[in-house]
């Protein structure tokens, strides 16, 4: 089993609807969650962290559920710049490296 | 200023050769992470340099892969007696200092086909 594990899509959304995918870690010692965008042939970049408390940034909501050990992310009225890979990201207990999902392909579509 | 760059962008070897991939942080960052990433799938994690030394070089996958970064700043990932295995993405992030909450930045990554 992989230690993060993503539905790898591709999510088809129509402009302006709303889209929302999952991930599930395997290490509960995690200690820290975000998630990562990556554009095709580009490198990952920091979408937001994820807090115990749910989080929001604009139209990005995000989710973590401790005790099922899963993380959610929500993008509300999608733009057709949000077509990319989503990445599920967890640092685990020794802090230091990143442990990737194999990514959700999202495509928003007029 | 300044991201993380990474040269070559692009590298192509015939199996069994030699090669080096380079990577230099973004200015004052402590931290050094090394990832491989294939199609398809996410960045794997390779090596963590926190200054001079490997903190954590658990997922190299064997010893046909060295890291090194002898003054703290940039880095060079060797990899001896390529296989065709080996083609993937390279990429390296920095972070100010290590440790779960730090944001990790990228590289844009050296694409490796080994022939």
């Known amino acids: 089993r992989k230690e993060v594990e993503q539905d790898p899509g591709p999510f088809n959304v129509p402009e302006g609807a709303t889209v929302a995918f999952n991930c599930t870690y395997s290490?509960?010692?995690?200690?820290?969650f975000f998630w990562y965008r990556q554009d095709c042939r580009k490198e990952p970049k920091l979408l937001m962290s994820?807090?115990?408390s749910g989080n929001e940034d604009g139209r990005f909501t995000a989710q973590l559920n401790r005790a099922s050990q899963y993380i959610s992310l929500l993008i509300r009225d999608s733009k057709l710049s949000d077509s990319a890979t989503y990445l599920c990201v967890v640092n685990g207990a020794a802090g230091n490296k990143l442990t990737f999902g194999g990514g959700t392909r999202v495509l928003v579509k007029p | 200023g300044a991201g993380v760059s990474q040269t070559p962008s692009n590298k192509v070897t015939e199996k069994g050769k030699y090669v080096e991939l380079r990577c230099d942080p973004i200015s004052g960052h402590t931290a050094l992470y090394w990832y491989r990433q294939s199609l398809g799938q996410g960045p794997e994690f390779l090596i963590y340099?926190?200054?001079?030394?490997?903190?954590?070089d658990s997922g190299l996958p064997n010893d046909r892969f060295f890291a090194v970064r002898p003054e703290g700043s940039v880095s060079t990932l060797k990899i001896q007696r390529t296989e065709r295995g080996d083609s993937a993405v390279y990429l390296c992030a920095s972070s100010t200092t290590g440790g779960s909450y730090h944001e990790q930045y990228f590289g844009p990554g050296t694409r490796l086909t080994v022939t």
């Open positions: 994820v807090y115990s």
């Open positions: 290490n509960s010692a995690s200690q820290s």
């Open positions: 340099f926190q200054g001079t030394g490997a903190a954590d």
